[in-house]
């Protein structure tokens, strides 16, 4: 056994990711209802907030970084959007095939309906939980990303 091996840590680390996927397809199918009125799943909603969240349009391929996922998976959605009016594409100047993805009008009243919507169900499910308890688990899940994605591209680069 090596020296780094610790398996109360591995055993607690895995009951945690195991708990962090079912919280995660809790909280999609919670997300999936609470923006089912405004045309919107989890996953739509997710790609509006990070287009409205960057400094400035971004191609697909920055918004999949951005949210930790598959450039593919972002672009079928992003495409889906853009077919129901939500964002619109813009020339890239740095990039001639990489276009820039913007939100329209109708995008932002749909993502500010879901967020409307949203703040009163987010208000009751933080009711019993400490802001020192959601800032440490914040502070975990930072840490554990920060790790993944470090694991990850080092495996990319092998």
């Known amino acids: 056994m090596s020296e780094t091996s610790n398996p109360p840590a591995r055993d607690t680390l ?88 913007l939100l329209t009008e109708q995008g932002q009243q749909a993502y500010d309906a879901a967020v409307e919507s949203y703040n009163p169900k987010a208000d009751r499910l933080a009711q019993d939980l400490s802001e020192a308890d959601l800032e440490a688990a914040h502070r975990v899940m930072a840490a554990l990303r920060d790790k993944l994605e470090h694991e990850n591209d080092a495996q990319e680069r092998a």
């Open 14 to 101: 895995t009951g945690l990711i195991l708990l962090l996927f079912r919280v995660n397809n809790l909280t999609l199918s919670w997300g999936d209802k609470l923006v089912a009125p405004f045309g919107l799943t989890s996953a739509r909603w997710q790609i509006l907030g990070a287009i409205v969240a960057a400094e400035r349009p971004q191609p697909v391929s920055w918004l999949a970084r951005d949210l930790g996922a598959n450039r593919q998976n972002v672009q079928r959605i992003v495409n889906d959007l853009h077919g129901e009016g939500l964002v619109a594409f813009a020339p890239n100047p740095h990039h001639r095939r990489a276009q820039l993805v």
